[in-house]
Nanobody, 122 residues
Framework: VQLVESGGALVQPGGSLRLSCAASGFTFSNSYMSWVRQAPGKDREWVSTIRYDGSNTYYAEFVKGRFTISRDNAKNTVYLQMNSLKSEDTALYYC????????????????WGQGTQVTVSS
């Protein structure tokens, strides 16, 4: 199993980024997928999850209306479009598979990527 995130960068407050996570080694189209982030000195926190077929999406309150999760099962890729970025969004962003989906917030993760750094600063 491999999850490879990309798209992290330094961006100014109010800016946008799109993160990607390319998956391989498992049946991507059968898997719920999540984004989780970890800020310096803080615990990992769940950001968003998308159902295996893309028909349902779930978000943490602090990103609702600003972030959008999506997936392309033909490309085995999940995305996170991040708009109106704030300094508090600065973190290492991971994608992860969900072993079980029990509703938000997601708590049951299986495989993880290595993360991609997002820094929001002027």
């Amino acid at each position: 199993v491999q999850l490879v995130e990309s798209g992290g960068a330094l961006v100014q407050p109010g800016g946008s980024l799109r993160l990607s996570c390319a998956a391989s080694g498992f049946t991507f189209s059968n898997s719920y997928m999540s984004w989780v982030r970890q800020a310096p000195g803080k615990d990992r926190e769940w950001v968003s999850t998308i159902r295996y077929d893309g028909s349902n999406t779930y978000y943490a309150e602090f990103v609702k209306g600003r972030f959008t999760i999506s997936r392309d099962n033909a490309k085995n890729t999940v995305y996170l479009q991040m708009n109106s970025l704030k300094s508090e969004d600065t973190a290492l962003y991971y994608c992860a598979t969900n072993t079980i989906w029990r509703g938000p917030p997601a708590r049951d993760f299986g495989y993880w990527g290595q993360g991609t750094q997002v820094t929001v600063s002027s």
